[in-house]
Nanobody
Framework: VQLVESGGGLVQAGGSLRLSCAASGFPFDDYAIGWFRQAPGKEREGVSC????????YYANSVKGRFTISSDNAKNTVYLQMNSLKPEDTAVYYCARVLLPSTVVAGPFIPDDYDYWGQGTQVTVSS
């Protein structure tokens, strides 16, 4: 199992970035993928997740209306489009695969429910 993030960078407040998470080594359609972020000195928090079987999504309140998660099953890739970025969005962003196949996306999610992680990509939003 491998997850590889890309697309991070430095952007001014109000700008946009699109993160990608390329997955391999498992049946992509059977698993949900989550995006998490971790800022210095803070716990890792769930940002958004998507079920790759039915494309049901969930967003944390802090990003709802600004971020959009999507997946391309033909490319085994999950995207996180981030618009109207704020300095408080600055963090290392990780994608991860949920522990169990066929997990229903229905609400808040925690790192303990995810087993395979990418290496992370830095997102820095300047004010």
């Amino acid at each position: 199992v491998q997850l590889v993030e890309s697309g991070g960078g430095l952007v001014q407040a109000g700008g946009s970035l699109r993160l990608s998470c390329a997955a391999s080594g498992f049946p992509f359609d059977d698993y949900a993928i989550g995006w998490f972020r971790q800022a210095p000195g803070k716990e890792r928090e769930g940002v958004s997740c998507i079920s790759n079987s039915d494309h049901i999504t969930y967003y944390a309140n802090s990003v709802k209306g600004r971020f959009t998660i999507s997946s391309d099953n033909a490319k085994n890739t999950v995207y996180l489009q981030m618009n109207s970025l704020k300095p408080e969005d600055t963090a290392v962003y990780y994608c991860a695969r949920v522990l169990l196949p066929s997990t229903v996306v229905a609400g808040p999610f925690i790192p303990d429910d995810y087993d395979y992680w990418g290496q992370g990509t830095q997102v820095t939003v300047s004010s």
